[in-house]
Structure formats: C-alpha cells, structure tokens
C-alpha cells in the first residue's frame, strides 16, 4: 500500500504562487509510479491538472494550467511536486495527489490511479 500526504495549500491572492509538496510512503516500487495532480472545487467533477512519468520523460497538463503551473518529483525522496504561479479564482480547489502505474493509457484518468492523499485546499482570492 502507498500512503500520499499532500502540503503547501492555502490563501493566496489572484496572481500569487503556492508549491505544492505530496510525499509518498510505503510500496515496495512507489517511486516507479506515475504522479498526477487532480483537483475538484464544489460541485464541480475532480479534474486532471498535470502527471509526470517516474523518469520524468512524459509531462502532461491540462490546458487551463499549463503554462502556467509546473509539475516535478524528486524520486529520491518520494516527492512529487506542483509549482503554481499566476493563479486565478478559477483555480480555487481541493488539490489531490495521486499515483498509478507508470505507464497509464491516459495519464488525465482518474482511473488510471491506484493511490490518493486526503488533498489540500487552496483558495484563491480575486
């Protein structure tokens, strides 16, 4: 089993920056894992928001952030992380760390990921 603990959420004003950390625990292969970022606001589906490949050779976003926030990890110490600049009210969420098999048919699926952390709230002011 793979434990996700997600930080760095919180208020920001519009235009502003948060990083956010998620470090992985457990499983016996969990930095071979793909890791993605999701996210859900209220009444609103949970959302792709990036994924990297455990070699980081694949990066995927989704076209609202891209461009705008980055996605790395750092395997060595099970870290996954999720720069985000220039954020907007619209990006005001619950922010989920995931991981899933390395190589996922779609890395925007929710499907494709086997573990998820608790999530991390970040609001956005305008």
């Known amino acids: 089993q793979v434990q996700l603990v997600e930080s760095g959420g919180g208020l920001v004003q519009a235009g502003g920056s948060l990083r956010l950390s998620c470090e992985a625990s457990g499983g016996r292969t969990s930095s071979t894992y793909v890791m993605g970022w999701f996210r859900q606001a209220p009444g609103k589906e949970r959302e792709f928001v990036a994924s990297i490949s455990w070699s980081a050779v694949t990066i995927v976003y989704a076209d609202s952030v891209k461009g705008r926030f980055t996605i790395s990890r750092d395997n060595a110490k099970n870290t996954v992380y999720l720069q985000m600049n220039s954020l907007k009210s619209e990006d005001t969420a619950v922010y989920y760390c995931?991981?899933?098999?390395?190589?996922?048919?779609?890395?925007?699926?929710?499907?494709?990921?086997?573990?998820w952390g608790q999530g991390t709230q970040v609001t956005v002011s305008s």
């Open positions: 995931a991981a899933g098999r390395n190589r996922p048919y779609d890395y925007r699926g929710v499907k494709e990921y086997d573990y």
